[in-house]
């Protein structure tokens, strides 16, 4: 409530008590969305104006708390003005700065719209903070003077507020909606006060509960003094803040401070602190989460590679019954029905490749059920690793369960963060970080990355790629351009990490699909690119051609 129309009417008149009169020396941003007004009253004093749309509110304190750096000057017809007074709309939530040359600076706490104005008598706007191209000569309706706000500023008669308000629906709403400038936490106090949810009544009866609850609310918000504001909290977080006790909220711990804007620093202090403590846990959360389902799928898929594979044994018994009855068979049949000479009395039918000899397609079923066991094999220890990062990963989704609050989120990272780091975490700021292209680990540590498309290789070859680092393509096809970041891993790159290097090259091209790929490798250093040459197109000047199986690392 740091942007309630009667926060504003408080902060206002705060604000006109200690600055008017002053002289503003300067207007700047230092963080985003958010503008500051140093003033002299002899003393240097900061207002603070946030137009963030989760958190609209105006502030000062003492001092300048400018930074050195990142931030920038703004306003600078403002620059030395006199300030003559500060007030509030009457019907709105706008604070209005008087200055000196018939100009006022409009202070609009609207949410994702807030904004801050400097507009001439006639309304015009002659500069702003956000969004000025799009607004600047517009015109808005000020409001040129000073009025009283009283009660009947606020509050219709009951008759005008029985026509817009509608208790048989949600009253909460109705009452919003018939009182805008009460917001919602103020609404809900009114309906809690006017017990109309604890009694049966007619609707008459209702609605005039209702009224004087929220006329109640009002006559106390208008009437206190210096305000000393309230922040309740739900468990560690803040809930709200209020410039009067809340009787719905008295359930929930809080905390009284000493003035206005003191509460409201205190408030946006924990309150963004606490969504900072949200997003984090939600971003590790939200990680584990994704990761259980995509090791949960990649599970079911190996053992479906693993029931393909068992065909190994079938395909060593064809190629053997070929052999055995070679003299028997002739070429240009589809399938063969012969007996099984390791088992009595069984006829066995081995399809066939017709276009080639018994004698190729024996070699043809002994080579299928070599790739078999290879799979086999590899898809077992797959399955293994596989099963072991989902036993973890579900057992961190499990104990974040714990994470409560900020205290629970830091004993969370310092028990387990290691863990979570080592299974391939990476913060969003981390993420960001990261350079544009695909990312491997090879033997050794080595990163490794890879083009997504020609422009990105011509980025990665010639902007990211250093002289001595390994350069890879496949040869005589298009694809990927392939570093190996000498100086991520420990000593020299190892043959094995050459390797997968290379593979990696190999599955990122059109010879994907191939047995064996040939790969020319160099050092960054030998590699050209031709005058006028398209994208991606580079020379090579030294190369060396190695052959490999296209593959992708298992720690992508």
Known sequence: MTSNYFTLYHIAALLHK????????????????????????????????????????????????????NSVDLFPELVDKHIESFYLSMTDRIIYIKTTGEEWICIEMFASKANVLLCNAEGKILD?????????????????????????????????????????????RSLKGALPKLGSILAEEAIVRSKVKEQQQEQSERTTAVYSAAKEIMQQLLAIGPVEPIIYFDERNPYCFSAIPLRH???LRSETLPDLFTGIQKFISFERSSQSFIHKKKEITSWLTKESEKASRTIVSVENELAE??????????????MAHLPTLVKGVKSVDVENTFSQNELITIPLEPTMTPQKNAERYFEKAKKSKTAKEESRQRLTTLKQRLTSVNDLL?????????????NFIQSYGEMVKELGYMT????????????????????????????????????YAKPNDLWFHAR????????LKLGTGEGTPTKKAVEQAASIAAYYSKMKNAKHVPVAMTERKYIHKPKGAPAGTVALDKEKVIFVQPLLPENK
């Open 309 to 322: 594979s068992a065909r190994a044994e079938q395909y060593e018994l064809f190629g053997n019954l070929i």
């Open 398 to 410: 499990e104990k974040s369960k714990s994470i409560t609050e900020s205290n629970s989120l830091k």
């Open 18 to 69: 200690q600055f008017a009169k002053t002289v503003i020396a300067q207007v700047y941003s230092q963080e985003k969305n958010t503008l500051s007004l140093l003033l002299y009253t002899p003393d240097p004093h900061t207002i603070t104006i946030s137009c963030n749309s989760r958190d609209n509110f105006v502030t000062a304190k003492n001092g300048e708390n400018r930074s050195r750096t």
């Open 476 to 483: 005589g096809s298009s694809g990927s351009h392939v570093v």
């Open 428 to 463: 969003d700021k981390e993420q960001e970080e990261l350079p544009p292209f695909k990312i491997f680990a090879v033997e050794g540590g080595f990163t490794v990355y890879a083009g997504k498309n020609s422009v990105n290789n011509d980025l990665l070859t010639f902007r």
């Open 249 to 251: 909220l008295s359930q």
């Open 128 to 172: 702003a903070f956000l969004k000025k191209k799009e607004i600047q000569s517009e015109i808005r309706q000020i409001q040129l003077k000073q009025h009283p706000i009283g009660l009947k500023e606020c509050l219709p008669s009951l008759d005008v507020f029985s026509q817009t308000f509608q208790s048989n629906g949600d009253p909460v």
